[in-house]
Nanobody, 126 residues
Framework: QVQLIESGGGLVQAGGSLRLSCAAS????????MGWFRQASGKEREFVAA????????TYGDSVKDRFTISRDNAKNTIDLQMDSLKPEDTAVYYC???????????????????WGQGTQVTVSS
């Protein structure tokens, strides 16, 4: 089992940047594919990004591609999400997730992840 804690959320103006972090504990971190999801008020949870166990491979949701970058540090048991060129529509609660799906870094659905953090709010003002 793994526990996940997100940090780094906040209020930023459109066009600005934020960096989210997720710290993992309780299990061998490098066993897990890691992902970021987000959920805006009144909407379904949306895939943002995923990264392979080694950190070599990544994939992104279409709405964040070329603006967001996911990374991980297996020595520190952390993953980060660098968010640039933020838009008001990026406003949401952002969740870190860990999974052992056979799809690995290609897992883009929430049901393919086993463990979740409590979320961190990101608000982008226009």
């Amino acid at each position: 089992q793994v526990q996940l804690i997100e940090s780094g959320g906040g209020l930023v103006q459109a066009g600005g940047s934020l960096r989210l972090s997720c710290a993992a504990s309780g299990s061998t971190f490098s066993r897990y594919t890691m992902g970021w999801f987000r959920q805006a008020s009144g909407k379904e949870r949306e895939f943002v990004a995923a990264i392979s166990k080694s950190g070599v491979s990544t994939t992104y949701g279409d709405s964040v591609k070329d603006r967001f970058t996911i990374s991980r540090d297996n020595a520190k048991n952390t993953i980060d999400l660098q968010m640039d060129s933020l838009k008001p529509e990026d406003t949401a609660v952002y969740y870190c997730a860990a999974g052992t799906s056979l799809l690995g870094w290609k897992a883009i659905h929430s049901y393919e992840y086993d463990y979740w953090g409590q979320g961190t709010q990101v608000t982008v003002s226009s």
